[in-house]
Structures are given as C-alpha cells and as structure tokens.
C-alpha cells in the first residue's frame, strides 16, 4: 500500500501539530494539512478567541485563498479590530560607534513620542526629520518637508500646538 509520506513541518514537530489540532474545531481539524502551518495557527488563534461564535467555513476559505501574509493581517484586523500595514525587516551592518549613536537617537525618540512607539516608527520620523532639513537648500521635495512638520506638530502636546500655531500666525501677519 503506497502511502503519502506526511509533509515535512509534520515530521519535524508533532507536538505542535497536536496542540494545533486540539486548538480548532474538529471541522477545521480535516484542513490543517491544506492550509498549511502558518494559517493553521492564525486559524487557532480565532478559534480560541471566537468560541462558538467561530464561523469556520469562511475562514477556512479565507485561508485557501489568501497569500499568508495577507491572511496573517485579515485574522490580526479581526482579533483587534484594528488595520496592520505590511511589513520587512531591514538589517543593517554598522559599526559599534555607530551602533551606540543609533540607539541612543531611537531612546531619546521613543522618550519624546511616548514609550507605546516602536522603535520603527522613531526611525521613520527621525529619517522624515533629516529629509525636511535637507530640503531647507529648496531642491527637495516640498511635499516631505510638509509631510514632516505635519508629524511632528502632530506630537506636540495641546499646549505647545498652540503656541506653534501663535508662532506661525505671528510670522504670516
């Protein structure tokens, strides 16, 4: 009797297969194989959340349909009722001075923009802070210098919004 050997990911953790398996519905329990590992743990975890209320037909089709990543957003926007944006990991090679300048620019950042901040969104505004003063010559962009100013006012505390906007208005008139 010729058998279909079981996918690699079966062989290599059983132990996690089962506690998937024991996770989900008995009806999901026949696709985990389908859909694969990664969806099969998105599947669990709505599973858990959800209870009874779990509707499995469509998110098992959901898992067929959708590539991971976009299956991995669709079960995160339903857990939190909140949007994920795509995203990479960025390495970089630098040296340890270097290293120690970056990390201190990401702690001081992430004390002015509140600790909930990710160190990736203290990069990307320390970065839209450089591309606004490198448009000071006019030769850049004026859409990322306002793009940036609209940032950071953004941040500032209701107080100093508005002396900003005392300041400007000073300026104009």
């Known amino acids: 009797m010729n058998r279909i050997p079981p996918s690699p990911c079966l062989r290599l953790d059983p132990k996690l297969y089962k506690h998937l398996r024991q996770q989900v519905p008995p009806q999901v329990r026949r696709e985990l194989k389908e859909v694969g590992w990664t969806k099969g743990l998105e599947l669990a975890k709505l599973a858990r959340s959800e209870g009874q209320a779990f509707d499995c037909a469509i998110w098992v089709h959901k898992a067929r349909e959708m ?32 290293s120690l300048v970056i990390e201190q620019a990401l702690e001081t950042a992430a004390l002015m923009l509140g600790s909930d901040r990710s160190r990736g969104y203290c990069l990307e505004l320390m970065c839209a802070d450089f591309l606004a003063g490198a448009n000071l010559d006019g030769g850049g962009d004026p859409e990322v210098l306002l793009r940036a100013l609209s940032n950071s006012y953004n941040f500032l505390p209701l107080e100093q919004r508005q002396e900003f906007a005392d300041y400007v208005n000073e300026k104009i008139h």
């Open 67 to 98: 590539p991971t990543e976009e299956f991995r957003r669709e079960v995160e926007r339903e857990l939190t009722g909140h949007e994920t944006e795509p995203w990479e990991i960025i390495y970089f090679k630098l040296c340890k001075s270097q």
